[in-house]
T-cell receptor
Framework: SQKIEQNSEALNIQEGKTATLTCNYT??????LQWYRQDPGRGPVFLLL?????KEKRKERLKVTFDTTLKQSLFHITASQPADSATYLC??????????FGSGTRLLVRP | NAGVTQTPKFQVLKTGQSMTLQCAQD?????MYWYRQDPGMGLRLIYY???????DKGEVPNGYNVSRLNKREFSLRLESAAPSQTSVYFC????????????FGSGTRLTVV
């Protein structure tokens, strides 16, 4: 069956450092990979999308890489700030535009 | 503000009771989705509607029904609630000609006792 793995342990980093979150998947060939941010008690908020034929995508302090051979995406937040503290969700989108989500990784940025 | 509106925000049901969760979007999106989110399990798709007039099952449809009332509204019904349906429910929408990122509502926290 399809499986998406994100590190269940929280990532704890110092303000100003780069946060790197990992998303691995198996038994799936996604057309797109997306990253969402979720704050406690709120719905997920879309951040970035990367297509299967793209290696890297950037948006302001965010960078996503996508390696379809390794079946892995890395999500980077550079110059991290306490306001970046949240849970980050990886999601795979198939050709029918349905999303399958990972369980998320919680990021804590210390001042 | 434009977006996805869910009602109610909180609900407590007794086992066997029924209820309908409401979802409306004002972005003229074509496709709408219902997910549930449980601790440690991520978001799981219950039902979706690719366009007005169509609905399809997702990963976990048992115990639920849906209605795509019109282009704006997509409701989720629990006919006979069970404690296993205790969860946070999210509605989302998307339209393909404006990018592929989902817009989510703020969720309904449902407890079945």
């Amino acid at each position: 069956s399809q499986k998406i793995e994100q590190n269940s342990e929280a990532l704890n980093i110092q303000e100003g450092k780069t946060a790197t979150l990992t998303c691995n998947y198996t038994n799936y060939s996604p057309a797109y990979l997306q990253w969402y941010r979720q704050d406690p008690g709120r719905g997920p908020v879309f951040l970035l999308l990367i297509r299967e034929n793209e290696k890297e995508k950037r948006k302001e302090r965010l960078k996503v890489t996508f390696d379809t051979t390794l079946k892995q995406s890395l999500f980077h937040i550079t110059a991290s700030q306490p306001a970046d503290s949240a849970t980050y969700l990886c999601a795979l989108m198939d050709s029918s535009y349905k999303l399958i989500f990972g369980s998320g990784t919680r990021l804590l940025v210390r001042p | 503000n434009a977006g996805v509106t869910q009602t109610p925000k909180f609900q407590v049901l007794k086992t066997g009771q029924s209820m309908t969760l409401q979802c409306a979007q004002d972005m003229n999106h074509n496709s709408m989705y219902w997910y549930r989110q449980d601790p440690g399990m991520g978001l799981r798709l219950i039902y979706y509607s690719a366009s007005e007039g169509t609905t399809d099952k997702g990963e976990v449809p048992n115990g639920y029904n849906v209605s795509r009332l019109n282009k704006r509204e997509f409701s989720l019904r629990l006919e006979s609630a069970a404690p296993s349906q205790t969860s946070v429910y999210f509605c989302a929408s998307i339209t393909l000609d404006r990018g592929l990122g989902y817009t989510f509502g703020s969720g309904t926290r449902l407890t079945v006792v």
